[in-house]
Protein backbone atom coordinates (compact mmCIF):
# COMPACT_ATOMS: atom_id res chain seq x y z
CA UNK A 1 0.00 0.00 0.00
CA UNK A 2 1.07 3.66 -0.67
CA UNK A 3 -0.43 6.85 -0.11
CA UNK A 4 0.27 8.90 -2.96
CA UNK A 5 -0.09 8.58 -6.39
CA UNK A 6 3.45 7.13 -7.76
CA UNK A 7 5.54 5.97 -10.41
CA UNK A 8 5.33 2.65 -11.44
CA UNK A 9 8.71 1.37 -13.65
CA UNK A 10 8.58 -2.05 -15.90
CA UNK A 11 9.94 -3.52 -18.91
CA UNK A 12 8.36 -6.33 -21.43
CA UNK A 13 10.11 -7.61 -24.32
CA UNK A 14 8.31 -8.25 -27.48
CA UNK A 15 9.53 -12.02 -28.71
CA UNK A 16 8.82 -14.95 -31.26
CA UNK A 17 9.02 -18.37 -30.12
CA UNK A 18 6.63 -21.16 -30.56
CA UNK A 19 3.81 -22.87 -27.68
CA UNK A 20 2.70 -26.64 -27.55
CA UNK A 21 -1.13 -27.45 -27.80
CA UNK A 22 -2.25 -30.21 -25.62
CA UNK A 23 -2.16 -32.73 -28.56
CA UNK A 24 1.66 -31.82 -29.34
CA UNK A 25 0.71 -29.72 -31.85
CA UNK A 26 3.52 -26.71 -31.79
CA UNK A 27 2.78 -23.35 -33.03
CA UNK A 28 4.18 -19.94 -33.74
CA UNK A 29 3.95 -17.65 -30.92
CA UNK A 30 4.26 -14.15 -30.43
CA UNK A 31 4.04 -12.26 -27.06
CA UNK A 32 5.54 -10.83 -24.29
CA UNK A 33 8.15 -12.01 -21.91
CA UNK A 34 9.97 -10.28 -18.61
CA UNK A 35 13.13 -10.97 -19.87
CA UNK A 36 14.86 -11.20 -23.43
CA UNK A 37 14.91 -14.94 -23.54
CA UNK A 38 12.12 -16.81 -22.26
CA UNK A 39 8.36 -15.49 -23.60
CA UNK A 40 5.21 -16.13 -20.86
CA UNK A 41 1.93 -17.12 -21.38
CA UNK A 42 0.31 -15.54 -20.46
CA UNK A 43 2.50 -12.59 -20.26
CA UNK A 44 3.26 -11.42 -16.59
CA UNK A 45 0.34 -9.75 -14.53
CA UNK A 46 1.06 -5.77 -13.99
CA UNK A 47 -0.23 -5.17 -10.94
CA UNK A 48 -0.33 -0.97 -10.23
CA UNK A 49 -2.65 1.08 -7.76
CA UNK A 50 -5.41 3.77 -8.51
CA UNK A 51 -4.01 6.67 -10.42
CA UNK A 52 -0.57 5.38 -10.69
CA UNK A 53 1.32 6.77 -13.56
CA UNK A 54 3.12 3.32 -15.26
CA UNK A 55 6.63 3.87 -17.34
CA UNK A 56 6.69 0.72 -19.36
CA UNK A 57 9.95 0.40 -21.81
CA UNK A 58 9.53 -2.35 -23.82
CA UNK A 59 11.68 -3.67 -26.73
CA UNK A 60 10.92 -5.09 -29.69
CA UNK A 61 12.93 -8.02 -30.29
CA UNK A 62 10.76 -10.18 -32.36
CA UNK A 63 10.67 -10.30 -36.33
CA UNK A 64 7.04 -7.60 -36.31
CA UNK A 65 6.65 -4.34 -35.49
CA UNK A 66 4.36 -4.26 -32.18
CA UNK A 67 2.60 -1.98 -30.25
CA UNK A 68 1.13 -1.74 -27.33
CA UNK A 69 -3.04 -1.32 -26.21
CA UNK A 70 -5.07 -1.53 -23.04
CA UNK A 71 -8.95 -2.27 -24.12
CA UNK A 72 -11.16 0.72 -22.87
CA UNK A 73 -13.56 -0.57 -20.33
CA UNK A 74 -16.47 1.61 -18.51
CA UNK A 75 -14.47 4.75 -16.53
CA UNK A 76 -11.14 4.13 -18.25
CA UNK A 77 -10.82 5.20 -21.91
CA UNK A 78 -7.70 2.71 -22.40
CA UNK A 79 -3.98 2.61 -24.35
CA UNK A 80 -3.19 2.41 -27.61
CA UNK A 81 0.60 2.96 -29.18
CA UNK A 82 1.72 3.02 -32.63
CA UNK A 83 3.85 0.31 -33.34
CA UNK A 84 7.19 -0.26 -31.98
CA UNK A 85 9.41 -1.21 -34.71
CA UNK A 86 11.71 -4.58 -34.98
CA UNK A 87 15.00 -4.13 -32.71
CA UNK A 88 13.44 -0.81 -31.08
CA UNK A 89 13.06 0.01 -27.74
CA UNK A 90 10.11 2.43 -26.33
CA UNK A 91 8.80 3.53 -23.38
CA UNK A 92 5.26 3.45 -22.94
CA UNK A 93 3.78 6.37 -20.02
CA UNK A 94 0.02 6.04 -19.23
CA UNK A 95 -2.35 6.51 -16.05
CA UNK A 96 -3.97 3.95 -14.18
CA UNK A 97 -7.53 3.81 -13.98
CA UNK A 98 -8.66 5.67 -11.02
CA UNK A 99 -11.08 2.63 -9.66
CA UNK A 100 -9.49 -0.97 -8.62
CA UNK A 101 -10.01 -3.65 -10.83
CA UNK A 102 -9.15 -6.39 -13.73
CA UNK A 103 -8.01 -5.30 -16.79
CA UNK A 104 -5.39 -6.41 -19.56
CA UNK A 105 -2.83 -5.79 -22.26
CA UNK A 106 -2.33 -6.09 -25.58
CA UNK A 107 0.93 -6.72 -27.95
CA UNK A 108 -0.64 -4.71 -31.03
CA UNK A 109 1.34 -7.68 -33.62
CA UNK A 110 1.73 -5.96 -36.84
CA UNK A 111 -0.75 -2.87 -35.48
CA UNK A 112 -3.45 -4.88 -34.82
CA UNK A 113 -4.96 -5.38 -31.40
CA UNK A 114 -6.63 -8.73 -32.88
CA UNK A 115 -3.71 -10.06 -33.99
CA UNK A 116 -1.91 -9.53 -31.07
CA UNK A 117 -4.82 -12.10 -29.08
CA UNK A 118 -4.61 -14.37 -31.97
CA UNK A 119 -1.12 -14.84 -31.38
CA UNK A 120 -1.20 -14.82 -27.50
CA UNK A 121 0.34 -11.93 -27.00
CA UNK A 122 -2.16 -10.96 -24.15
CA UNK A 123 -1.29 -10.36 -20.09
CA UNK A 124 -3.45 -9.05 -17.05
CA UNK A 125 -3.71 -5.23 -16.11
CA UNK A 126 -4.63 -5.70 -11.86
CA UNK A 127 -5.33 -2.20 -10.29
CA UNK A 128 -5.53 -2.22 -6.54
CA UNK A 129 -6.90 0.03 -4.46
CA UNK A 130 -4.69 2.72 -2.72
CA UNK A 131 -6.01 3.09 0.70
CA UNK A 132 -6.95 -0.20 1.55
CA UNK A 133 -5.53 -3.93 1.49
CA UNK A 134 -6.33 -5.66 -1.45
CA UNK A 135 -7.91 -8.40 0.59
CA UNK A 136 -10.46 -6.02 1.00
CA UNK A 137 -14.15 -6.54 -1.04
CA UNK A 138 -15.43 -3.50 -0.19
CA UNK A 139 -12.29 -1.59 -1.12
CA UNK A 140 -12.04 -3.69 -4.19
CA UNK A 141 -15.95 -3.78 -4.99
CA UNK A 142 -17.33 -0.72 -3.21
CA UNK A 143 -20.92 -1.51 -2.79
CA UNK A 144 -21.19 -4.77 -3.98
CA UNK A 145 -21.57 -6.64 -0.10
CA UNK A 146 -24.68 -4.08 0.15
CA UNK A 147 -26.43 -4.97 -2.34
CA UNK A 148 -25.32 -8.81 -2.22
CA UNK A 149 -28.61 -11.27 -2.60
CA UNK A 150 -28.49 -14.92 -1.72
CA UNK A 151 -31.48 -17.61 -1.90
CA UNK A 152 -32.05 -18.90 1.62
CA UNK A 153 -29.91 -22.18 2.37
CA UNK A 154 -32.55 -24.84 1.83
CA UNK A 155 -35.32 -22.44 1.13
CA UNK A 156 -35.90 -21.68 4.78
CA UNK A 157 -32.33 -21.07 6.35
CA UNK A 158 -30.93 -18.06 6.67
CA UNK A 159 -28.46 -17.35 3.95
CA UNK A 160 -24.37 -16.61 4.31
CA UNK A 161 -23.27 -13.35 3.48
CA UNK A 162 -21.01 -12.21 0.35
CA UNK A 163 -17.40 -12.39 2.73
CA UNK A 164 -15.67 -9.38 3.48
CA UNK A 165 -12.34 -11.01 2.99
CA UNK A 166 -10.47 -12.32 0.21
CA UNK A 167 -8.15 -15.25 1.13
CA UNK A 168 -6.77 -16.42 -2.08
CA UNK A 169 -6.52 -14.40 -5.47
CA UNK A 170 -6.17 -16.70 -9.40
CA UNK A 171 -6.43 -14.82 -12.64
CA UNK A 172 -7.91 -16.93 -15.74
CA UNK A 173 -6.80 -15.40 -18.96
CA UNK A 174 -8.69 -17.21 -21.76
CA UNK A 175 -7.95 -17.38 -25.01
CA UNK A 176 -8.64 -19.25 -28.47
CA UNK A 177 -6.00 -20.77 -30.96
CA UNK A 178 -6.59 -21.33 -34.54
CA UNK A 179 -3.10 -23.15 -35.86
CA UNK A 180 -3.29 -22.70 -39.44
CA UNK A 181 -4.31 -18.76 -38.82
CA UNK A 182 -1.38 -18.56 -36.18
CA UNK A 183 1.32 -19.51 -38.89
CA UNK A 184 0.19 -17.09 -41.03
CA UNK A 185 0.07 -13.91 -38.37
CA UNK A 186 3.35 -14.91 -37.21
CA UNK A 187 4.97 -14.92 -40.65
CA UNK A 188 3.44 -11.24 -41.04
CA UNK A 189 -0.48 -11.41 -42.15
CA UNK A 190 -2.84 -9.32 -39.76
CA UNK A 191 -5.84 -10.63 -38.53
CA UNK A 192 -9.38 -10.61 -40.67
CA UNK A 193 -12.53 -11.09 -39.61
CA UNK A 194 -12.65 -14.08 -41.65
CA UNK A 195 -10.10 -15.92 -40.27
CA UNK A 196 -11.45 -19.58 -38.87
CA UNK A 197 -12.86 -20.12 -35.78
CA UNK A 198 -10.47 -21.43 -33.28
CA UNK A 199 -9.45 -25.20 -32.97
CA UNK A 200 -7.68 -24.45 -29.11
CA UNK A 201 -9.50 -23.14 -26.15
CA UNK A 202 -6.80 -21.67 -23.23
CA UNK A 203 -6.95 -20.58 -19.81
CA UNK A 204 -3.65 -18.69 -19.07
CA UNK A 205 -2.17 -20.65 -22.12
CA UNK A 206 -3.19 -24.29 -21.14
CA UNK A 207 -5.79 -26.25 -21.98
CA UNK A 208 -7.50 -29.70 -20.33
CA UNK A 209 -5.76 -31.65 -17.79
CA UNK A 210 -2.64 -29.15 -17.95
CA UNK A 211 -5.24 -26.60 -16.63
CA UNK A 212 -6.42 -28.68 -14.32
CA UNK A 213 -3.36 -29.62 -13.05
CA UNK A 214 -1.78 -26.00 -13.05
CA UNK A 215 -1.61 -24.68 -9.48
CA UNK A 216 -1.81 -21.10 -10.74
CA UNK A 217 -4.90 -21.72 -12.59
CA UNK A 218 -6.68 -23.99 -10.49
CA UNK A 219 -8.77 -23.32 -7.24
CA UNK A 220 -7.16 -24.78 -4.09
CA UNK A 221 -8.20 -23.93 -0.61
CA UNK A 222 -9.42 -25.09 2.68
CA UNK A 223 -13.36 -25.91 2.59
CA UNK A 224 -15.53 -24.45 5.41
CA UNK A 225 -18.70 -25.93 6.35
CA UNK A 226 -22.45 -25.39 5.31
CA UNK A 227 -22.74 -22.37 4.54
CA UNK A 228 -19.67 -21.29 6.30
CA UNK A 229 -16.41 -19.36 3.49
CA UNK A 230 -13.73 -21.10 3.84
CA UNK A 231 -10.63 -19.65 1.68
CA UNK A 232 -12.30 -17.54 -0.29
CA UNK A 233 -11.35 -17.37 -3.76
CA UNK A 234 -11.18 -13.66 -5.68
CA UNK A 235 -11.07 -15.50 -9.61
CA UNK A 236 -10.33 -12.14 -12.32
CA UNK A 237 -11.78 -13.89 -15.81
CA UNK A 238 -10.36 -12.33 -18.44
CA UNK A 239 -11.43 -13.05 -22.24
CA UNK A 240 -9.23 -12.03 -24.40
CA UNK A 241 -10.61 -14.37 -27.55
CA UNK A 242 -13.03 -13.32 -30.30
CA UNK A 243 -15.72 -15.16 -28.35
CA UNK A 244 -17.55 -14.62 -25.42
CA UNK A 245 -17.04 -17.24 -22.74
CA UNK A 246 -20.01 -18.57 -20.40
CA UNK A 247 -18.27 -20.10 -17.25
CA UNK A 248 -19.75 -22.58 -15.33
CA UNK A 249 -18.32 -23.83 -11.74
CA UNK A 250 -19.58 -27.46 -10.07
CA UNK A 251 -19.83 -27.51 -6.24
CA UNK A 252 -20.09 -23.65 -5.38
CA UNK A 253 -21.80 -20.85 -6.66
CA UNK A 254 -19.61 -17.51 -6.84
CA UNK A 255 -20.82 -13.84 -6.02
CA UNK A 256 -20.45 -11.61 -9.09
CA UNK A 257 -18.19 -8.62 -7.97
CA UNK A 258 -18.26 -6.93 -11.14
CA UNK A 259 -19.81 -7.15 -14.74
CA UNK A 260 -18.58 -4.85 -17.83
CA UNK A 261 -22.06 -4.62 -19.89
CA UNK A 262 -24.97 -6.24 -17.53
CA UNK A 263 -24.46 -4.31 -14.01
CA UNK A 264 -27.60 -5.69 -12.82
CA UNK A 265 -25.49 -8.94 -12.20
CA UNK A 266 -23.13 -7.76 -9.87
CA UNK A 267 -24.04 -8.44 -6.12
CA UNK A 268 -25.84 -12.11 -7.85
CA UNK A 269 -24.80 -15.31 -6.43
CA UNK A 270 -24.57 -18.01 -9.83
CA UNK A 271 -23.31 -20.93 -10.78
CA UNK A 272 -22.06 -19.63 -14.35
CA UNK A 273 -21.66 -16.28 -15.92
CA UNK A 274 -20.90 -14.84 -19.49
CA UNK A 275 -17.53 -12.94 -19.84
CA UNK A 276 -17.81 -10.81 -23.02
CA UNK A 277 -14.43 -10.41 -24.97
CA UNK A 278 -11.52 -8.05 -24.92
CA UNK A 279 -13.06 -7.56 -20.93
CA UNK A 280 -13.53 -9.21 -17.55
CA UNK A 281 -15.74 -10.15 -15.32
CA UNK A 282 -14.42 -10.55 -11.13
CA UNK A 283 -15.95 -13.43 -8.74
CA UNK A 284 -15.61 -14.58 -5.40
CA UNK A 285 -15.70 -18.22 -4.89
CA UNK A 286 -16.71 -19.25 -1.03
CA UNK A 287 -15.27 -22.45 -1.14
CA UNK A 288 -17.84 -23.91 1.35
CA UNK A 289 -18.82 -27.39 1.47
CA UNK A 290 -21.96 -27.72 -0.98
CA UNK A 291 -25.35 -27.63 0.60
CA UNK A 292 -26.47 -30.55 -1.60
CA UNK A 293 -23.39 -33.06 -1.18
CA UNK A 294 -24.75 -36.48 -0.05
CA UNK A 295 -23.19 -37.56 2.21
CA UNK A 296 -22.59 -34.15 4.15
CA UNK A 297 -18.65 -33.75 3.60
CA UNK A 298 -16.54 -30.68 3.21
CA UNK A 299 -12.73 -32.24 2.52
CA UNK A 300 -11.49 -34.00 -0.20
CA UNK A 301 -13.49 -32.75 -3.17
CA UNK A 302 -12.92 -32.04 -6.42
CA UNK A 303 -15.37 -30.01 -8.36
CA UNK A 304 -14.82 -29.03 -12.17
CA UNK A 305 -14.96 -25.66 -13.83
CA UNK A 306 -15.42 -25.41 -17.48
CA UNK A 307 -16.95 -22.83 -20.27
CA UNK A 308 -20.40 -23.85 -20.84
CA UNK A 309 -20.39 -23.18 -24.53
CA UNK A 310 -19.24 -26.75 -25.21
CA UNK A 311 -17.16 -25.93 -28.59
CA UNK A 312 -14.81 -24.31 -25.98
CA UNK A 313 -14.92 -27.56 -23.89
CA UNK A 314 -12.55 -29.34 -26.92
CA UNK A 315 -9.50 -29.20 -28.62
CA UNK A 316 -8.19 -30.27 -32.07
CA UNK A 317 -11.03 -31.05 -33.84
CA UNK A 318 -13.09 -32.08 -30.93
CA UNK A 319 -11.41 -34.06 -28.16
CA UNK A 320 -12.60 -33.99 -25.44
CA UNK A 321 -12.18 -32.25 -22.10
CA UNK A 322 -8.96 -30.70 -23.69
CA UNK A 323 -10.32 -27.14 -23.72
CA UNK A 324 -11.24 -24.44 -21.26
CA UNK A 325 -11.38 -26.74 -18.32
CA UNK A 326 -10.09 -26.83 -14.74
CA UNK A 327 -11.08 -27.63 -11.40
CA UNK A 328 -11.60 -26.43 -7.50
CA UNK A 329 -9.89 -28.75 -4.59
CA UNK A 330 -11.25 -28.52 -1.53
CA UNK A 331 -8.78 -30.34 0.95
CU1 LIG B 1 -20.42 -28.92 -16.04
Redesign the pocket.
Known sequence: MRAAADVVNAGLFVLNGSRTMIDGLVVPFVGFGSTADRLELPSGQLEVQTGDTINLTITNKSTLPTGFAVPAAPGFAGVATAPIAVGDTRMVTFTAPSSPGTHHYVGTVNGSVATGQALGATGPLVVLPRTAARTSVDALFPGVRTRARRQPLFGVGAPPALPALVVQERTWLFSELNPTTAYDLAGGRVSLPSDPEPEYFLINGLSGMLAVEDPFTNITGRAGGLGQPGDSTLVRMINTGRAPRSV?L?GNHFWVLSHPDTPWLIGAFKDTVRVPPASAVDVLVPLEAPPDSLPMVNRGQKY?V?DHIEMAETASGGHYPSGMVSEMNLT
Open positions: HHVH
